[in-house]
């Protein structure tokens, strides 16, 4: 079996599952945000539920709309807040404390190797970067979740993606999954999940994983998974003192496709409007110039893709036709960036700096965009009206792409600047 | 049922179904007014009085946000029919009682106003225009009467009151 069937196996009590079969898993961790959170709280208490089976594994975090933007966001605040409230939660994170949920779910170790969890946001799937199967649901099964602690899952079919040879100097993996959407396509993952493996995976950062397994709902992926090794295990131990019991896919595991990418020479990939596999290299985009450029997010607004963009726009300025906003993905990374310099950096560079949240991302706020206006992003998606106006144009691409582009006020190779 | 066609292409996301902006509404009603915002804001209007939504590949791509289908089923969509959908929206769709279909023969053959007849417990699609019937894969009975239901909520508190009695 490969590492996900494995771990459904065990959730489900299973001796052994196969692509195709419905188990019943018990859950080990569930999250929601307020957008998705004042659903659950009004359906909680539609069916009369009263208690959360276990109240030590769910999260319930505000980061799409704050600090609240609006009074109407501000009363979706308020259901979710007393929810958590009175539920006795002790997992609840308000304004200024927590972040982007994804971010906070592996900072307060509520994700381990082995486990399956459930977040009622589709980028969930981002937990396979630690070793768990994690994916995306929707509200009602969310308080089906809530009350009974378990959810049936059909086994997904994998698609096993080996990497190997060596990322350049402003290559990695943002780069690299953009490339895999270019093969894959934008569905040619729907209810299937991604492995990826291979001795370039190995050498990548935790949170460069994070970044891989959080942009797999955008090939249609119900999950993506790196398999856990010494790096995974101290991670968690850094943050957790509960018990935890990796898995690893059999050598001889089946996978329903394996697609083999060979990352030497590559240069950075941007994904053009309006598909998150409309993807080119980096120096065919030289000539589209941006209105804004926007780094935060659950794909790469953690630390270390803000020292990236630090280290580029370091000493500089922005370009005068741009706007750089740049969104910490966590309270955690932000307390974390201004130790290191790097909010006084972006600052001095002319960027546009706010507290961790999703931000423009979804189109909630922070710099959402006019009709006509193009922006280049860290962040997952650029479908039409994602980031404000359906008219707008959103290109994504890497930290480091950011930053070049940034100061020059058009997509730019960051190796240019060197 | 019986219900107009209205028709749309590939990949029609979460965010062209209700957008980012319209995600604190937490009137079910007023959402409503908002579906397929991103590609159609006229689209409420043309939907009143019931419509079948009949779309291409990947339908709901995106968010799991609740709201896509809630939007719909408060649009008077009365059931969507897709080449295929992305998996979430459709395990979403299904949990509140909004009947989705998979059917790639249809799409070509319908035009936006056709008339169209619904069997869900066959799932047969009958254009009165071109007189055609298409097959989709009938839904499974479990499914079927969460929808009958009026959603998964609605089928708990239904077996809720059964067990109290």
Known sequence: MNVIEKILSRASGEKEVVPGQIVDAKIDHAMINEITGYLVARYFHEVGAKKVWDPKKVTVVLDHTIPAPTAEAAEVHRLVRDFARELNLPGFYDVGRGGVCHQVMVEKGNVKPGDVIVGADSHTVTYGGLGAFSTGIGSTEMTSVFITGKLWFKVPKIIRIDVTGKFGKYVGAKDLFLRVAREIGFSGATYMGLEFKGPTVKKLSVSSRLTLCNMTIEVGGKAGIVEPDEKTIEYVKSKTSEPFNPLYSDPDAEYARTLKVDVTGMQSQVACPNAVDNVKPVSELSGVELDQVYIGSCTNGRIEDLKIAADIVRGKKVNPRTRLVVVPASQEVFIDAMKEGLIQTFAEAGAAIATASCGACYGGHLGVLAAGETCLSTTNRNFIGRMGDPMAKVYLGSPAVAAASALTGRITDPETLR | ?165
């Open chain 2, 1 to 165: 049922m019986n219900s107009k066609a209205l028709k749309f292409g590939d990949n029609i996301n979460t965010d062209i179904i209700i957008p980012g902006k319209y995600l604190t509404i937490t009137d079910e009603k007023e959402l409503g007014k908002h579906a397929m915002d991103g590609i159609d804001p006229k689209f409420a209007e043309k939907s009143r009085g019931g419509a079948v939504l009949v779309v291409g590949e990947n339908f709901g791509s995106g968010s799991s946000r609740e709201q896509a289908p809630i939007a719909l089923k408060n649009a008077d969509v009365k059931c969507v029919v897709a080449k295929s959908f992305a998996r979430i929206f459709y395990r979403n769709a299904i949990n509140i009682g909004l009947p989705v279909l998979e059917c790639s023969e249809l799409w070509p053959d319908v035009q936006d106003g056709d008339l169209l007849s619904v069997t869900l417990e066959e799932g047969t699609i009958k254009n009165s225009r071109s007189g055609k019937v298409f097959k989709a894969q009938p839904l499974p009975l479990f499914i079927l009467e969460i929808i009958q239901s009026g959603g998964l909520l609605n089928q708990l508190r239904q077996k809720q009151t059964k067990k109290d009695k």
